[in-house]
């Protein structure tokens, strides 16, 4: 009779704190994705960023954002983010990556590893605040919003910080679609090297998609098995930070201080992948968990875009925008010289 009466209101309880936040992230879903049918041209997910942003700062809709509908904005911002990057995970196969060649491998491994170190000694050298050189230099080097989302998970990162590294690189991916395919020509790519030198660039794969498509079938498909090359490494990076953070803590956090080696969801990630390699999925499957996927990933940016306070953004603008600029300047320069040596 106890147990009954205890589990009884939890129910309700959880639905009256989340509810608001989860109902308006799922009307800028539906926002987002009649953004994207009006103006193809802009993904969903950097659309749905753009209006959480906008929501927040609407005088009629922001006591709502910051009161009743913020703990279910919050929850949209972490638990469906790993819901959104275990999909993802179907997105890949080994066997298709590795088809690439090992030189590629080499040439991905080598955009990653110097665009986030690189970005991360710079970011402190500016004196960015808690988390943000290591958020800005995931989401740079890895692939955009998601591998934000996934670090932010394990390093158990601000939320403010969080926001603030997804608005930057939301923002630098949006601009990589008009001016990359405008530097095809002047560099001297053709529509293979160029779709390489995208994947190997950009941050979020629907920019990538965008991007690439200027560029022909051939720019498309190498861009999207780049790009899912550099995601495969989202895995190893994210357990690398909650190693990091176990360290940091040390024993004296004790047991329930600290966080998984591996975090559930990045298994999940994994095993998705495996799924994937190791099976034939139907195409049916594939095409309702990317839907799956994309309205995860979109109702967990769009709480994401809900938590940036402009006005603390621009305190620290400068510095947060020179950190972008020259992390662009990084990926997009050692991606190019990597796809001139392997091509």
């Known amino acids: 009779m106890t147990l009954r009466t205890v589990a009884r209101p939890v129910a309700p309880a959880a639905v009256r704190r989340n509810g608001p936040g989860l109902a308006l992230a799922a009307l800028g879903v539906a926002a987002a994705w009649t953004v994207h049918a009006v103006l193809p041209a802009v993904p969903r997910l950097t659309a749905a960023v753009v209006l ?3 929501v927040a700062h609407l005088p009629g809709l922001r006591p709502l954002v910051r009161g009743a509908a913020r703990p279910g904005l ?16 179907l997105k890949l196969s080994l066997s298709d990556v590795l088809g690439l060649g090992w030189a590629t491998v080499a040439m991905v491994l080598a955009v990653v590893a110097a665009t986030f170190f690189g970005t ?51 923002l630098c991916g949006t601009l ?31 920019q990538v ?41 040390g024993p004296s956090g004790g047991k329930a201080g600290r966080p998984p ?5 990045v298994l999940g990630f994994l095993a998705m992948i495996a799924l994937r390699t190791c099976a034939t999925v139907p195409d049916g499957l594939l095409t309702l968990a990317q839907t799956g996927q994309e309205l995860l990933l979109a109702a967990a940016l769009f709480g994401l875009g809900s938590a940036v306070h402009l006005p603390s953004l621009a305190r620290t603008g400068g510095r947060v925008a ?15 010289a990597g796809v001139l040596l392997t091509t």
């Open 120 to 170: 991360c000694w710079l970011g402190r050298r500016l004196g960015l605040r808690g988390d943000q050189p290591l958020l800005v230099a995931t989401g740079y080097s890895i692939c955009g919003a998601s591998a934000i989302g996934a670090v932010s998970q394990a390093a158990g990162s601000d939320e403010e910080d969080v926001a603030t590294s997804v608005a930057l690189v939301t």
């Open 52 to 54: 959480g942003v906008a």
């Open 322 to 336: 020179a950190l972008g600029l020259a992390s662009w300047v990084v990926v997009a320069g050692v991606s190019y």
């Open 209 to 249: 998609v965008a991007t690439a498509q200027s560029g022909g079938a051939d720019a498309l498909r190498e861009a999207v098995l780049v790009k899912l090359m550099r995601v495969m490494l989202l895995a190893p990076l994210v357990a690398g930070v909650a190693l990091a953070v176990a360290r940091r803590k």
């Open 74 to 89: 919050s929850l949209a911002g972490k638990r469906l983010m790993r819901a959104g990057i275990v999909l993802l995970g």
């Open 261 to 265: 080696l591996v975090p559930l969801f």
């Open 176 to 206: 990589a679609i008009a001016v990359l395919p405008l530097l095809q020509h002047p560099l001297g790519l053709g529509g293979a090297e160029f779709g390489r030198w995208v994947g190997a660039s950009v941050h979020d794969v629907g």
